[in-house]
């Protein structure tokens, strides 16, 4: 292996740490009573200005976008972000944070059914293989053995699911914007516009008003810093020195950070088959993307300058997770 490819999966690994380790900062201020639509509106906020004063400083010309592509931008945004922000974090407010990640990564499952019957593109034994294994993984991850815990845990299965749906959008509708536009165009937008539908949803001002003590805003910072600047340039690095597909492999890595940082912050316990229904799901992720790669191989990214207005890139790059992660 290539040393700027040991790069590439430390910058993956790195930034699926982050992700993970987000999440249970997440679910530890829910635990005291906020509620999810006011993180996200403070994470967003915080984010979009973060990013935006960045930007602003070392390459403007990522901030600019044709008025055209506006349409875009407004479905991404309002859409996409939006819906994949507020099932994601009311999932973790409902259910434990290992198996609400892991309900997130049956996205390259719905890829898959969305390529087989839209785009009549074979199912393959592997791929029939995998779909199994994550509908079988999910099951035990939820608890489906248990009737009282999964009765328990209905709504926020439910929202994991819708999310994992969301997410597929999120991807599928991202890379689109990715022919044109760079990742962090994406994001800024993204973030910014769904900010802009949540401050409707939940005042700032009634934000600042609730007195919240200086620890929360300290985690306020960290979901905005952690959750999202730096665990994205991670893997944008990491996405500029090896393969989408191994990248995508590479971050499964967030549910077992998750998982382990929920036990030892939060006291959750995940039983043995959850575990191992867990192990499903990302065995299943893997054989999937294993699959995509060998279906069409594809190369790391390349270090791109953001386009000018009108011209686009000539080939597009899969867009990362956003954890919400």
Not at 84 to 102: D, E, H
Not at 177 to 199: E, H, N, Q
Not at 268 to 286: D, F, K, N
């Amino acid at each position: 292996m290539k040393k700027n490819e040991i790069h590439g999966y430390l910058y993956i690994l790195i930034g699926s740490t982050l992700w993970g380790v987000s999440s249970v900062v997440a679910k530890a201020l829910f635990n005291i009573g906020l509620p999810p639509t006011e993180l996200i509106a403070v994470r967003l906020i915080l984010a979009t200005i973060i990013l935006l004063i960045i930007l602003l400083l070392y390459d403007r010309r990522r901030v600019i976008i044709s008025p055209k592509d506006l349409p875009y931008f407004l479905i991404f945004g309002l859409i996409a972000v939006t819906g994949m922000q507020f099932f994601y974090y009311f999932t973790i407010s409902k259910i434990q944070v290992g198996p609400a990640i892991l309900l997130q990564y049956l996205q390259p499952v719905w890829v898959s059914l969305y390529a087989f019957f839209f785009q009549r593109e074979p199912i393959s034994r592997t791929k029939a293989v995998a779909l199994l294994l994550a509908v079988v993984g999910c099951y035990f991850v939820v608890g489906g053995y248990q009737i009282d815990l999964f009765l328990l845990n209905r709504l926020g299965i439910l929202s994991g699911l819708i999310a994992s749906f969301f997410f597929t959008f999120y991807a599928l509708y991202g890379e689109k914007g990715l022919k044109k536009y760079d990742p962090w165009t994406l994001l800024l937008y993204g973030f910014g516009l769904s900010a802009v539908f949540y401050m409707i949803v939940v005042s700032p001002v009634k934000i600042i008003c609730d007195g919240h003590p200086l620890k929360v805003w300290i985690a306020f910072f960290y979901i905005a810093i952690f959750s999202t600047i730096l665990p994205f340039g991670f893997y944008f690095k990491g996405m500029e020195r090896i393969r989408a597909t191994r990248a995508s492999i590479t971050s499964t890595w967030e549910p077992m950070v998750a998982g382990v940082a929920a036990y030892m912050v939060l006291g959750e316990i995940l039983y043995p088959l959850q575990i191992l229904g867990g192990i499903g799901v990302i065995g299943a992720v893997i054989l999937l993307q294993i699959a995509r790669e060998k279906a069409s191989p594809s190369t790391p990214l390349e270090i791109r300058q953001p386009p000018h207005l009108g011209c686009e890139s000539k080939r597009p790059s899969p867009l990362p997770r956003e954890t919400v992660s």
